[in-house]
DNA sequence: CACCCTGTTGCAATT
DNA sequence: GAATTGCAACAGGGT
């Protein structure tokens, strides 16, 4: 085998032939080329169980980028008289079978940091050199090698910015220019019986053909990340952001045109050409203006050196895409509220800025830097207080530019869980968007349900009067969801969790176990339960402490009680806008248990109290219901596993896990089923 | 006196 | 407007 005279090029990312090291090696003194792309089902294929259209790990969105990104590399191979090959299977069993079967004596790839494309390098390259093929797999993706940087600092990434620009200095080849041009690639051997096919289409992956009118403005492919360079580079206040990081607000809403970070992902752009093309002109047009000629080569594109700084955190820290394990990550006691996720991810949190934020998401793969800061900051510690790997799944899933390391970066930074730390500072859903677009046009563009809400409530559209509401043709409730937390009272709360959490962290040095994490959430739902009961400014409210009391002491032997609602328990709305005011953190189900309480409704006692071991997810404690779902109290434990009531709803079919204790509950239906009477949003008399 | 290690202090932090 | 971190600079002590 070894004595071939051909290479495999496998192409991974870097889907281009300008600045291609790895191509140009596999061209270099070789009688044949196989120019391979490898799609993997998993990747490329429909998934009609994921929670959007897409594969079971992208979105449509990616899956066309990268397939219209395919085309154009074929093309452009074409013209200098290859081809791409395209084999499906997985992508390591097929670069094996590849090696076997062709005539080859290099394998050449371009070096990957990413933990997936780690394992699978490893795997293909211990099978080459057991096979005595060269392996070539130069660092191109990347300014700097992360590895260099890492060991420069003693074996330790550097954790601020500032320090990583210090430690990386100028990039090792910016000395000479790159090698932008390859003139020819030699032929593509002959492939054997492998059955090589075209770039697929969508259609032909499996998809409908009517499940692709939701188009994203950006055509994938090197041919469009160059015209789309070339364009922007004549463009003063583009170039100079890449400069000196600022805000730039009209950013949001201009057509997209001058993005560049899809292609930098999928390396149509190579970011080494890209730098070496902005210190070009920054040397032309510094020249004639201000600063000392001693200052010129100080000036570097440090939009761009974000993405070393990630890439070289994220690759000397084990588990960076975990906060379990993870050193650098602080350890935060986040809630698991599958309908808060859900109303995020959906788009529908009823803060119209947040939600058009996730429609763009969700139809361009794409957000403004800031927006994304936004709708992070909302679901993590700002708004929701839900796990931000939650919200680096969909983040990975829907953006076309999704990064691993950018973007567990990011998601760390923003839930301040690293990198960042002031978590007093929040984004505030309302007046962030409104400071750069007060008429809303931004919120109109993406959710024209609001497209005719005046300017004054577009922003906060549930204080609009409901004649308002009328004229604009949405009413909120109906046409467009009410607010799923309240902001104002839900900083409050992560604030107080986010100094809690922070404050354990410091005294545990970082070593905070699963089991102290527990105990914090048992404490800070603890606390909100009291800072509730003790809220002065309701009457209900003042009677609630008195009845968690009542219900908890007089059978301490049953590890359960049990809620219900009577019938005619049905909200009254002036409550309810109070409520909004006292309650901690109003969300979810949670909000639901802490509103019943506070509004004292009438509590049927008869229901039976199930006594038992205490539920485990093998076994859960069985609680009985008349209806399909209905409310359950869970005391904790017997003797030292007690803590105070807490209120969940339990549904059929959908097992819950008490946050204090762990204990699990099923419901098993014994009336006629059906939604509980006298209960729901839909109320009205 | 040079060198290394540890502890303290002050500063600055992409919007 | 408050508040946390990483890190550079410095100090002290031991060898």
């Not at 890439?311 to 350890?331: E, H, L, R, S, W």
């Not at 009457?539 to 219900?551: D, G, I, K, N, V």
């Not at 779902?629 to 209120?647: L, N």
Request: a neutral charge.
């Amino acid at each position: 085998m070894a004595s071939g005279s051909g290479s495999l090029m496998w192409f991974r990312k870097g889907l281009r032939i300008h600045d291609n090291p790895a191509l140009e090696y596999a061209s270099r003194g070789s009688a044949f080329v196989y120019p391979l792309f490898v799609i993997d089902p998993h990747y490329m294929e429909p998934d009609p169980n994921a929670s959007s259209l897409g594969s079971t790990r992208s979105g449509i969105n990616r899956i066309r980028f990268l397939l219209e990104s395919l085309v154009d590399l074929d093309l452009n191979l074409k013209k200098l008289g290859s081809r791409l090959l395209v084999l499906k299977g997985e992508p390591g069993e097929v670069l094996i079978r590849c090696l076997k079967e062709w005539d080859v004596k290099k394998l050449c790839f371009e070096y990957d940091t990413d933990p997936y494309y780690q394992a699978l390098s490893n795997k293909v390259k211990d099978y080459a050199s057991s096979a005595g093929i060269e392996v070539f797999s130069p660092v191109s993706h990347t300014l700097f090698n992360p590895a260099d940087i890492i060991e420069k600092n003693g074996g330790k990434p550097p954790l601020s910015y500032q320090s990583f620009l210090k430690l990386a200095g100028e990039p090792s080849w910016a000395s000479s220019p790159l090698s932008i041009d390859l003139s020819s690639i030699p032929p593509v051997g002959d492939v054997g019986s492998f059955e090589i096919s075209q770039v697929p289409t969508l259609k032909e992956l499996g998809y409908m053909e009517r499940d692709q009118d939701e188009l994203t403005p950006f055509r994938g492919g090197e041919s469009e990340a160059l015209r789309r360079l070339k364009e922007s580079l004549s463009d003063k206040e583009w170039v100079a952001n890449f400069e000196k990081p600022k805000g730039d607000p009209s950013a949001f809403t201009k057509p997209a045109t001058t993005i560049l970070s899809p292609y930098l992902k999928f390396g149509c752009l190579s970011s080494r050409y890209f730098y070496q093309c902005l210190r070009d002109v920054y040397k032309n047009v510094k020249k004639h203006t201000s600063p000392p000629v001693s200052l010129v080569g100080q000036i570097r594109p440090l939009q761009l050196l974000w993405r070393e700084f990630f890439y070289t955190v994220a690759f000397g820290t084990p588990n960076f895409d975990k906060m379990k394990g993870n050193k650098i990550c602080k350890q935060i006691p986040w809630n698991d509220d599958d309908e808060l996720l859900a109303a995020w991810r959906e788009a529908r949190t009823g803060y119209p800025w947040i939600d058009a934020i996730m429609v763009q998401l969700r139809k361009w793969g794409w957000m403004h830097h800031l927006a994304r800061h936004c709708v992070a900051c909302f679901l993590t510690r700002g708004d929701m207080f839900i796990h931000w790997e939650k919200g680096r799944d969909v983040f990975e899933r829907l953006l076309i530019d999704s990064d691993w390391a950018i973007n567990n970066g990011n998601w760390l930074w923003l839930s301040c869980s690293s990198f960042f730390y002031q978590y007093n500072r929040i984004y505030s859903p309302i007046s962030f968007g409104r400071k750069y677009d007060p008429n809303g046009n931004y919120i109109r563009h993406f959710l024209p349900v609001l497209k005719d809400m005046p300017k004054e409530y577009i922003y906060e559209p549930w204080t609009a009067p409901l004649s308002v509401q009328t004229k604009a043709k949405c009413i909120i409730g109906k046409d467009y969801p009410k607010p799923v937390v309240s902001h104002d009272s839900a900083i409050k709360e992560c604030r107080r969790k986010m100094g809690e959490a922070y404050a354990l962290n410091k005294k545990l040095n970082g070593l905070v176990s699963e089991e102290d994490l527990k105990s914090l959430r048992r404490k800070l739902v603890t606390s909100q339960l009291k800072t509730l009961a003790t809220a002065p400014c309701r009457s209900a409210a003042r009677t609630a402490p008195l009845r968690f009391q009542s219900h908890i002491s007089p059978s301490p032997a049953a590890s359960l009680l049990v809620r219900h609602f009577s019938a005619e328990s049905v909200a009254d709305t002036a409550v309810k806008k109070k409520v909004e005011d006292v309650m901690p953190i109003a969300t979810g189900h949670e909000r639901e248990e802490l509103e019943a309480e506070l509004q004292g409704k009438k509590i049927l006692e008869d229901v039976n109290f199930p006594v038992g071991p205490f539920g485990t997810k093998e076994a859960p404690a069985v609680v009985k219901s008349y209806y399909d779902k209905r409310i359950v109290g869970c005391p904790g434990g017997e003797g030292e596993d007690e803590h105070d009531v807490v209120w969940f709803w339990l549904e059929k079919g959908k097992p819950h896990e008490c946050p204090v204790c762990s204990q699990y509950f099923v419901l098993e239906v014994v009336g006629p089923g059906g939604p509980p009477d006298g209960h729901g949003d839909d109320d009205h008399h």
